[in-house]
C-alpha cells in the first residue's frame, strides 16, 4: 500500500489549501484514513480523520476550517483547509488504517505518506 500526498505549498494567513492523499497498491483492507501534522519542535498530531464509517474526526483548532473528504472512486482523500492562520504551518501527513474506529494513537494507522509541507505566511 502506497499513499501519496500532493497540494501542499506556501499560503498567505485567510487562505485555503487542499492537500491529497492517493491511496495505491492492496489496500481492500483499509478502513479508516487520517491526517497528522507535525510543526517545528512540536509533536506530530492528529488534525483530523474519517472513521470506516464515515465518521469525522477534528482537533478542536481546526474545527470549522478543515474538513476531511473521500472520493472513493479514486481511493483519495482530501483535506479541504481554509482560513488559515501560521500556526497551521507544518508538515501534513496522510496515515491509513485497518481499524475501524483507530482514534489518535499513530500506532494505530498501518501506512503512511511521506508528508507535505504547508507554510502559512502571516
Known amino acids: 500500500v502506497q499513499l501519496l500526498e500532493s497540494g501542499g505549498g506556501l499560503v498567505q494567513a485567510g487562505g485555503s489549501v487542499r492537500l491529497s492523499c492517493a491511496v495505491s497498491?492492496?489496500?481492500?483492507?483499509?478502513?479508516?484514513m487520517g491526517w497528522y501534522r507535525q510543526a517545528p519542535g512540536k509533536e506530530r498530531e492528529l488534525v483530523a480523520a474519517?472513521?470506516?464509517?464515515?465518521?469525522?474526526y477534528y482537533v478542536d483548532s481546526v474545527k470549522g476550517r478543515f474538513t476531511i473528504s473521500k472520493e472513493d472512486a479514486k481511493n483519495t482523500v482530501h483535506l479541504q483547509m481554509n482560513n488559515l492562520n501560521p500556526e497551521d504551518t507544518a508538515v501534513y501527513y496522510c496515515a491509513a488504517s485497518q481499524l475501524m474506529h483507530p482514534g489518535r494513537l499513530q500506532s494505530n494507522y498501518d501506512y503512511w505518506g511521506q508528508g507535505a509541507q504547508v507554510t502559512v505566511s502571516s
Open positions: 497498491g492492496r489496500h481492500f483492507g483499509l478502513s479508516a
Open positions: 474519517l472513521s470506516g464509517k464515515g465518521i469525522a
